[in-house]
Nanobody, 115 residues
């Protein structure tokens, strides 16, 4: 069992930056894949970024070059650094972990990009 708690969301102006954190209740060293998803009102959930246990990353085209996913195994935390934010990045951002075939979700953190 893995509990995930996201933090770091908020209101930011277009062009601004935020860093989201996802703290896990246990060591993430053995977690095969950790991801960030987002869901905007009236839209389907979208995969934003992934990071493997080996540190390999992948990004949605819409955030490539602006967002960076990273993990700190010592702190059991995964981060999503978001730069050059746009209004269309507004959504609830959820952390996701896949471990030995089981999938875990956090409760989400709201990101609003608006002037």
């Amino acid at each position: 069992q893995v509990q995930l708690v996201e933090s770091g969301g908020g209101l930011v102006q277009p062009g601004g930056s935020l860093r989201l954190s996802c703290a896990a209740s246990r060591s993430i060293f053995s977690i095969n894949l950790m991801s960030w998803y987002r869901q905007a009102p009236g839209k389907e959930r979208e995969l934003v970024a992934t990071i493997t246990s080996g540190g390999r990353t992948n990004y949605a085209d819409s955030v490539q070059g602006r967002f960076t996913i990273s993990r700190d195994n010592a702190k059991n935390t995964v981060y999503l650094q978001m730069n050059s934010l746009k209004p269309e990045d507004t959504a609830v951002y959820h952390c996701n972990a896949e471990r030995f075939g089981a999938i875990y979700w956090g409760q989400g953190t709201q990101v609003t990009v608006s002037s």
